[in-house]
């Protein structure tokens, strides 16, 4: 870890920092960008973002070049399930909310019995499970409507619900009280750092490796399918691969909050506040008028320039 | 004039002082040997004059001129060549690769020269003709290979440095009598080429086999220096724990097999590596294993605890045919298995002594909240049984030295004690003192019933403590030694002649 500023040993710390710069510079770029209102805005893309990311923090945590590349097609494609299935209507809820969940765990646990029953690397497996996702989405909207979110729903996400924050920020809030007692207070939790550090040994002291990275891939699907419901919620109806954007920065925020690629090391605090960052940076970059494809070119090199800085841990012990 | 001294060195991490006065005056020609307890500081010591270690104080001399060790690039070129406890291979390079790993020859200054380097890697794996054993090829990736293999890897690429000074931090702990013999004798030739050479070991034959002279150092304090020839183990002993220490006497408690019950009954197992391996294993009995390294003891132990496959065979437990498939269900049936090498069996790196120390129980007890405080009460007893040095339980394990790791992952097999425990060269890089506590605890764990296997690549420890030994060669028990017949003699007798009938 030579060279690099003691700072950048503390991503929690960079990310409230960059942050904090990120706000100040948005307001100077157009005055109102720190508002009360478009920091709540922020917040509420944030914890969209933040939803998928906890599912892509659990996988690479896990070890083994654990990535997923499939949580955009599963955002898209629940989404779209849940428009059908509530239409509108606040009864098609639970519902909704029950048959996303199927469908994510679904994909989830193919992804995870890819990955370890046929061992194929996560980052082939589920890039091809994208592209499933990809081919499975054109199917459904030829011959279905996009559907429309229940108007409770949309309260939940965008609406103030309780001390003026809006139900999904709430949602967010309890993901990461969830995900930290899962990580620190849980034998479960344990056994993600074990394996995602030295697999060999944790089988050696018994740990399930296989079926606790199904699970993690499970567990990938099923956050990202809920957050396909709330963006539901956000937008009111569905559009074609709406997910697709989510999955770079989902990446990113974990870590950019400190979790290692290699697995092993890192948590979901640092994730929360990276989803926070990118999505202040993404706004900023709207903003200052750059296009969409712009901002994938950005994302992408933020990510290439995090690696620079955190991809080196691996290095011999000597 | 010295070729090499270090005058009061120290080295502090926070609040742990690994090495708080270091003096060491190295001649050319003569074997130093480092002695000291596990976490006394040799390994810091050496890193220190290697360059990977910045020293906080103290001074360096080579050849009478004062240097200053920036890094390991300036150690090289100081010409200083280091083994490392922890190895310092690339796991997925090759075994040649690995050899000429830090000088790796070049071709127009871009690609590396193949063929000169398979030459330059084949003069030394040549020094090891005949007892790097099977799977051992230039070409073969060090990820494959045992860990003897990758510690002769590690030799080989220390002596690839052809440097004057050479310093070998416990390069023969997972090294068998053949393998040691030989590297022995490659030291001696390289002594009388007036190099200089640093080696540290826990087994005091090998010590007395190979050093001139002796430093040794406690709690961070190099005490004393004096020639070997001066000395005698039992007055180093002494000064390596202090006056008022004793070592443990290793069968303290006599042994009570309770001539009882058969814990373990094994036979016809056969699987990659060793076959027809066959024995009845009773309560409170030791079992040995020996021979040479590779020749199927680790496999057969390997396969009992559910880590290997195994394609025949029976095993039955208490009376009862069991079938078992993966470390869990074994661990779940009560057995333990203590791998020596810990770097791939043991040690879950970057994670805190307290997650290292308590998978087992998670499993045994079938935990599903994690408690700190009711975890470290769990393993206290354990942990201080094997009497580890660390600072406390949310350290790194990462941060405690080699010896003192593996300690713990002892540890972590005592806490809800086992039926039968599986020992697969426990003791490497564990120093002398704990070493005889740990026999001694076996012992009064045999005696309140538990089942043991012990296998040992040092023969004076399996001749210590196992009551009987079946001496493999080939991958098959060949012989066994009971009584009287348990000498080191027989031992060798069966390890290397056995294969030819003389059983
Ligand atoms: N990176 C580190 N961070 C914190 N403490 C360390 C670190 N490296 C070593 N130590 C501490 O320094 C002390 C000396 O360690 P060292 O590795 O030099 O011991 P050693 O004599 O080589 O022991 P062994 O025989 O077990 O190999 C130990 O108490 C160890 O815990
Ligand atoms: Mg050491």
Redesign the pocket.
């Known amino acids: 870890m030579n060279g690099i500023p003691p700072l950048f040993r503390q991503p929690l710390a960079i990310a409230l920092l960059l942050i904090a710069v990120l706000l100040v510079l948005g307001e100077q770029l157009s005055p109102g960008f720190a508002s009360m209102q478009q920091i709540l805005r922020l917040l509420i893309v944030a914890a969209l973002l933040g939803i998928v990311a906890a599912g892509q923090n659990l996988v690479i945590l896990g070890g083994r070049e654990g990535i997923d590349l499939s949580v955009g097609g599963i955002i898209s494609l629940s989404a779209i399930i849940a428009g059908n299935l509530m239409n509108g209507a606040d009864a098609g809820i639970p519902l909704a909310i029950a048959g996303c969940i199927v469908a994510g765990a679904f994909f989830g646990l193919l992804n995870g019995l890819g990955v370890t029953l046929l061992r194929i690397p996560p980052l082939v497996m589920t890039l091809g499970m994208l592209g499933v996702l990809q081919g499975l989405l054109v199917v459904i909207r030829n011959g279905i409507p996009s559907g429309r979110a229940a108007p409770v729903l949309s309260q939940f996400v965008t609406q103030p619900v309780l001390f003026g924050l809006p139900g999904i920020i709430w949602l967010w809030i309890a993901v990461g009280l969830l995900m930290a007692f899962l990580l620190r207070r849980t034998v479960f939790g344990q056994r993600i750092y074990a394996i995602g550090s030295n697999e060999h040994a944790a089988i050696m002291a018994g740990v399930p490796a296989a079926r606790i990275r199904i699970l993690l891939f499970v567990l990938s699907g099923v956050f990202a399918a809920i957050a396909g419901i709330c963006l539901l919620g956000y937008s009111g109806s569905s559009f074609a691969n709406v997910g697709e954007q989510y999955m770079l920065p989902s990446i990113i925020a974990v870590v950019f909050g400190g979790t290692s690629l290699a697995g092993g090391k890192g948590g979901y605090t640092g994730t929360m506040a990276g989803a926070v960052m990118l999505v202040v940076l993404q706004s900023i970059l709207t903003t200052i008028n750059i296009e969409e494809s712009g901002r994938q070119m950005i994302f992408g090199a933020t990510l290439l320039v995090l690696m620079l800085f955190y991809g080196r841990g691996r290095a011999m012990r000597t | 004039m010295s070729k090499l001294v270090l005058r009061d060195v120290s080295k502090t ?2 609040a ?1 002082v ?2 708080s006065h270091g003096d060491l005056t190295l001649e050319a020609g003569e074997v130093h040997v480092l002695i ?10 050496c890193k220190i004059v290697a360059g990977s270690v910045r020293p906080d104080s103290g001074r360096v001399e080579i050849d009478g001129k004062p240097v200053a060790i920036s890094g390991p690039q300036a150690a090289r070129t100081l010409g200083i060549g280091i083994f490392y ?1 922890e190895l310092s291979l690339a796991a997925r390079r090759t075994v040649e690769e690995n050899i000429c790993l830090s000088d790796l020859p070049m071709k127009a200054g871009l690609f590396i020269d193949r063929a000169t380097l398979s030459d330059r890697a084949a003069r030394y794996i040549a020094l090891f003709d005949g007892v790097t054993g099977e799977g051992f090829a230039a070409d073969a990736p060090v990820d494959t290979l045992r860990a003897d293999q990758r510690q002769l890897v590690e030799i080989m690429k220390t002596l690839a440095s052809e440097a004057p000074i050479l310093i070998f931090d ?1 390069p023969t702990s997972a090294l068998d009598r053949a393998q040691v013999d030989r590297f022995f004798e490659i030291l001696r030739g390289l002594k009388n080429d007036s190099r200089t050479i640093v080696f540290i070991s ?1 087994r005091m034959d090998e010590i007395f086999a190979i050093g001139d002279r002796v430093t040794i150092i406690r709690d ?1 304090r190099t005490i004393s220096s004096m020639a070997i020839a001066d000395t005698q183990p039992p007055a180093l002993i002494r000064l390596m724990v202090g006056e008022k220490e004793e070592l443990a006497s290793a069968s303290a408690p006599a042994p009570a097999p309770d001539a009882g019950k058969t814990a373990l009954a094994v036979s016809g197992l056969s699987g990659p590596g060793f076959a027809n391996v066959g024995f009845d294993l009773k309560h409170g009995e030791i079992l040995g294993f020996g021979g040479l390294h590779g020749q199927g003891q680790s496999a057969a132990l390997r396969a009992l605890f559910g880590a290997n496959p195994y394609v025949s065979g029976t095993v039955s437990l208490a009376g009862h045919p069991v079938r078992i498939a993966t470390p869990a269900e074994a661990i779940r049936q009560g057995f333990a298995y203590v791998s020596g090498d810990r770097r791939r069996d043991g040690v879950i790196t970057g994670r805190s002594i307290l997650e290292n120390v308590t998978p087992i129980h998670f499993l045994r007890r079938r935990l599903a909240l994690v408690r700190p405080g009711a975890l470290r009460k769990a393993a206290e007893p354990a942990i201080s049984a094997m009497k580890t ?2 600072a406390g339980f949310s350290h790194p394990i ?7 790791q593996q300690k713990v992952v002892i540890a972590r097999w005592l806490i809800d004690r086992p039926d039968i425990l599986l020992l697969d060269d426990p003791t490497k ?1 564990i ?1 002398l003192s704990a070493k005889a506590d740990l026999f001694a605890l076996i012992r009064e764990l045999a005696a309140h019933g538990m089942a043991i296997i012990l296998y040992s690549s040092e023969d004076a420890e399996l001749l210590a403590n196992a009551d009987r030994i079946l001496v493999f060669n080939g991958g098959r028990p060949v012989r066994e030694l009971t009584g009287e017949d348990r000498t080191r003699y027989n031992l060798y007798q069966a390890a290397y002649e056995a294969a030819f009938g003389a059983a």
């Open positions: 991490y926070g742990t690994a090495l000291g307890s596990n976490g006394s500081g040799k390994s810091t010591l406890q416990e826990h961070g040095r660390f990462d941060s405690l030295s080699g010896g003192n890089g120093d």
